[in-house]
């Protein structure tokens, strides 16, 4: 069993910065991909970026150049630094851990709400 908790939201005006950690519970952080999804009022959920156990990353196009996502499996967290912010980045912020061998999320954080507002 994994949970995940998220923290780091907030409120903060247009181009300024937010850096949201997820931490996880459970030894076995380390072999799955991570990733940081985020769903705004009225819409679906979307992928913002993953991060494998190798670190290697991918980005949704709409916060290329701008979020930048880590982790660190010493301390079973993974990181989500976000830059140059617009207020169409308003959402909830979740962290779910992917199961590869089976294809899906088995686990989700609570969530943690970024406004981006001035």
Do not use: H
């Given at each position: ?11 903060v ?102 406004t981006?507002?001035?």
């Amino acid at each position: 069993q994994v949970q995940l908790v998220e923290s780091g939201g907030g409120l903060v005006q247009p181009g300024g910065s937010l850096r949201l950690s997820c931490a996880a519970s459970g030894s076995i952080f380390r072999i799955y991909v991570m990733g940081w999804y985020r769903q705004a009022p009225g819409k679906q959920r979307e992928l913002v970026a993953t991060i494998t156990s190798g670190g290697n990353t991918n980005y949704a196009d709409s916060v290329k150049g701008r979020f930048t996502i880590s982790r660190d499996n010493a301390k079973n967290t993974v990181y989500l630094q976000m830059n140059s912010l617009k207020p169409e980045d308003t959402a909830v912020y979740y962290c779910g851990a992917y199961n590869a061998n089976y294809g899906r999320y088995d686990y989700w954080g609570q969530g943690t709400q970024v406004t981006v507002s001035s």
